[in-house]
């Protein structure tokens, strides 16, 4: 056994067993390019819970405002997604407690095919919302184009979001920095795939947030100024 152990011995001063300092300097260097990226993956949802959790609440919660905006959460077979309907169903609630007298519902129509926007708005006419109170965004493609357009084609400057709460700090951070003075409804769901999906997702998506409220870029689409939302007002407001 003695005879093992010096031999073991004398193999790890030889660098056999040792770690070679190159060897050491490149684990050292792998180990601080990984503590450095996530660092900076996790520094921009730090800043969004800790700036913007304290405008996150319910329903009952929530103050009165102009408009919610509901975020699409895409579709299956042409009708609104679990989640989205979750979101729907909150607005609606919003509306029915008079939280709120007109509804943005902003999504993706990027094809004929695919149409986020009608199938919301038919969504909520269909429980009772008159038509003229649900005003449609048909470029929506991302939560900045979504608070961007808000603000600059359809003239929000107030709003509740509504949203899944692992979504709801980002879309106030890009609302406000649009211009729309925003409180948020977070939307509670079983932390299922979907959900833990959607909160890896948020990662990614805080990261474009930062850089979105840095450079405020464009949206993919601007087009002209829409009336919806100042029709809808004026009909809430005639209607008493």
């Avoid at 996790?42 to 408009?67: D, I, R």
């Avoid at 833990?196 to 949206?219: C, F, H, M, Q």
């Amino acid at each position: 056994m003695s005879t093992i152990l010096r031999w073991a011995g004398r193999r790890a001063r030889s660098g056999w067993l040792a770690v070679r300092p190159a060897d050491r300097r490149r684990q050292r260097r792998w180990f601080q390019a990984v503590l450095l990226c996530s660092v900076l993956g996790l520094a921009p949802n730090a800043w969004l819970y800790l700036t913007q959790s304290a405008k996150v609440g319910t329903v009952a919660s929530a103050p009165e405002a102009p408009v919610a905006v509901v975020f699409g959460a895409g579709l299956v077979d042409g009708e609104p997604s679990p989640y989205l309907a979750h979101r729907l169903d909150a607005a609606l609630e919003l509306y029915r407690a008079h939280k709120v007298r007109a509804i943005l519902v902003t999504g993706d129509n990027g094809t004929v095919q695919y149409d986020e926007t009608d199938a919301m708005r038919g969504y909520l006419i269909g429980r009772g919302v008159p038509a003229v109170r649900v005003v449609g965004d048909y470029a929506g493609f991302d939560t900045w184009d979504s608070c961007t357009r808000a603000h600059r084609i359809f003239g929000v400057d107030r709003a509740v979001l509504v949203s899944q709460t692992f979504h709801v700090r980002r879309a106030l951070a890009l609302c406000e920095a649009a211009g729309i003075d925003a409180y948020a409804v977070g939307v509670e769901e079983w932390h299922d795939t979907t959900w833990r999906y959607g909160g890896l997702r948020e990662t990614a998506g805080a990261v474009k947030a930062a850089a979105n409220v840095l450079l405020r870029p464009d949206p993919t689409l601007l087009g002209p100024r829409e009336d919806g939302v100042a029709r809808a007002l004026a009909d809430a407001a005639s209607a008493g």
